[in-house]
Each structure stands twice: as C-alpha cells, then as structure tokens.
C-alpha cells in the first residue's frame, strides 16, 4: 500500500522511511555512474591493450638485403595499403621497381599484395629480401643494384586495429640504402 506523506501525518518514523528511500535511490544513481565510468575505462584499456606499433625495418648486410613491416605493439596490425613511390611513379608493392634486375635473380621473399593481410604482435611482413653469397659476382651485382634503386624509393603503410581505428600512415625514406 502506497501511504502519501504529510506534514500532518508524518512521524519520525515516515520521515526515517523517506531518508532510507532516498539514501537508496542516491546509491543506485552512484552505482550506475561509477558501473558506466568503469565501463569506460576497461574499453580504452582494451583498446590500448590491443594497439599495434609498426616500423619499417631495413637490413643491409654483405650477404643481404631486406624491407619489412614490423609490428612492435601488443596487438595485431590489418595492413589497408602499402604504398612504394620514387618521386614520379607510385605503386603497391617494392618489387615493381625491380624490373631491369629481377630476371637475373632471385628472390629470398617479397610481397606482391599486401592489402588485407594482418601481421600479429612481434612479428613482421617482409617486403622483399634478397639473400647471397659476397663471393658470388652476381650476387654482388645485384645486391648493389638492389641497394641503388631502395636508396630512391619511400614506403608508407596505411593500417587499422582490430577496433577499425585510425592511425597515422607509417612512413619511411629508405635514404639508409644510399649510405656508403
């Protein structure tokens, strides 16, 4: 039964009753703040927690060459584009620029589409590599032109998380090749 209180019919013990009522009405509101704060704070924890950190890694070694996509965060990498430019000319993917030399080798490891393709936490996506022996005179050769035509060449990736976040494309001027 619901009892509506008065001035004139109230006691102490309606006037207890009521501050007991609003007592829990304030808890649940508090409750429901603190749940919805909570809520909050574990989803950008997750996020974070899931963050990748690429870098571009390079690799000039007597007996080889390499460009890869490294993921140095916690959470895998969905790569969206991979962009290899000279200045004029702009493609998918590092190999296209090797067309006078990639029939006269061959190849460790490249990748032709990348587009699509994850990369999990600490691991990597080799761009393209080239592996020989330095007494091999036409490894050595080619190891020199390879090195020539990457000192030209810039590689962006685009990529998203497993929330479809956005990020600031990763970039690198690979200038390091060009060093004598």
């Known amino acids: 039964?619901?009892?509506?209180?008065?001035?004139?019919?109230?006691?102490?013990?309606?006037?207890?009753?009521?501050?007991?009522?609003?007592a829990a009405l304030l808890g649940a509101i508090i409750s429901v703040l603190l749940t919805r704060s909570s809520v909050r704070s574990q989803d950008k924890?997750?996020?974070l927690?899931?963050?990748?950190?690429?870098r571009i890694a390079v690799g000039d070694y007597v007996n080889r060459l390499?460009?890869?996509?490294?993921?140095?965060?916690?959470?895998?990498?969905?790569?969206?584009?991979?962009?290899?430019?000279?200045?004029?000319?702009?493609?998918?993917?590092?190999?296209?620029?090797m067309s006078e030399i990639?029939?006269?080798?061959?190849?460790?490891?490249?990748?032709?589409?990348?587009?699509?393709?994850?990369?999990?936490?600490?691991?990597?996506m080799i761009l393209i590599a080239l592996n020989g022996?330095?007494?091999?005179?036409?490894?050595?050769?080619?190891h020199n032109s390879v090195r020539n035509i990457l000192a030209t060449l810039t590689v962006e990736v685009e990529f998203t998380d497993v929330y479809g976040s956005k990020f600031e494309v990763c970039k690198r001027v690979l200038t390091w090749f060009a060093r004598t």
């Open 133 to 142: 022996e330095p007494t091999d005179p036409i490894f050595v050769t080619a």
């Open 66 to 97: 390499h460009v890869k996509v490294v993921n140095d965060g916690p959470g895998p990498m969905i790569i969206e584009a991979v962009r290899v430019s000279d200045g004029t000319t702009t493609t998918d993917n590092v190999l296209a620029f």
């Open 45 to 47: 924890h997750n996020r």
């Open 102 to 124: 990639s029939e006269k080798i061959v190849w460790e490891d490249f990748v032709v589409e990348a587009t699509g393709r994850s990369i999990r936490s600490n691991d990597e």
């Open 1 to 22: 039964m619901i009892q509506i209180i008065t001035p004139e019919s109230t006691g102490l013990a309606d006037w207890i009753g009521v501050g007991i009522s609003f």
């Open 49 to 54: 927690s899931l963050r990748p950190l690429p």
